[in-house]
């Protein structure tokens, strides 16, 4: 079965930088995927990383530890927009490359 | 672009009757999606188009569910007879055939209440 951890919850302050782990148990792998998701909206794309390694997009940065099966995203300068869930997804290699989600994480900024 | 579009944003019907949610993914995307959330658990996939055909529908709960994409266009899920387990927040997505590594671009969802 697939089995991806992540924290239910989390809080920060306005300006801080903040880590959101995952951890994933999954019978393939073919890529990690974050998404922001806020409340009573879609789930929108963050990042993706297959390679090991850190990939940086603006205030936003996601690595990834294929052999420790481990991701984390960490966003920099918190803006309170910033509050919202956020989701790891595994695409596996199995079928069509279905996505596997975690629960999500909700994040809380703080003034 | 329109992004994916759901409709109806919210229904809430009684146990037994019919629902049937549409979703419009972004136009040319062959590959389409659905996704249930039910409440305080994660997002789970339900099934795979690629254009009018199901490549995957491992994630269909049961036989109450049916889904179809006639002409590769939008697709229809119906629920059929609603149970108040069904109750949840069902994502649509799309992304183009052949993308390699694109994500998927989701709709705002359907909020389904089974009472």
């Known amino acids: 079965g697939q089995n991806i951890d992540q924290p239910t919850e989390m809080t920060a302050t306005e300006g801080a930088i903040v880590q959101i782990n995952c951890t994933y148990q999954?019978?393939?792998?073919?890529?990690l995927f974050w998404y922001q998701q806020h409340a009573g909206e879609a789930p929108t794309f963050l990042s993706y990383?297959?390679?090991?390694g850190l990939e940086e997009k603006g205030r936003f940065s996601s690595f990834l530890s294929r052999s420790k099966g481990y991701s984390y995203l960490l966003l920099k300068e918190l803006q309170m927009k910033d509050s919202a869930s956020y989701l790891c997804?595994?695409?596996?290699?199995?079928?069509?490359?279905?996505?596997?989600f975690g629960t999500g994480t909700r994040l809380t900024v703080i003034p | 672009e329109a992004g994916v579009t759901q409709f109806p944003s919210h229904s809430v019907i009684e146990k037994g009757q019919t629902v049937t949610l549409r979703c419009d993914p972004i136009s040319g995307h062959d590959n389409l999606y659905w996704y249930r959330r039910v409440m305080g658990k994660e997002i789970k996939f339900l099934l795979h188009?690629?254009?009018?055909?199901?490549?995957?529908e491992s994630g269909m709960p049961n036989n109450r569910f049916l889904a179809e994409r006639t002409g590769g266009t939008y697709s229809t899920l119906k629920v059929q007879p609603a149970e108040l387990e069904d109750s949840g927040v069902y994502f649509c997505?799309?992304?183009?055939?052949?993308?390699?590594?694109?994500?998927?671009?989701f709709g705002n969802g359907t909020r389904l209440t089974v009472t």
């Open positions: 999954t019978s393939g792998f073919n890529g």
């Open positions: 990383n297959v390679l090991d």
């Open positions: 997804a595994v695409r596996d290699q199995t079928g069509a490359n279905n996505l596997f």
């Open positions: 188009f690629v254009k009018e055909s199901k490549q995957d």
């Open positions: 997505a799309s992304r183009p055939q052949g993308s390699g590594n694109s994500p998927l671009h």
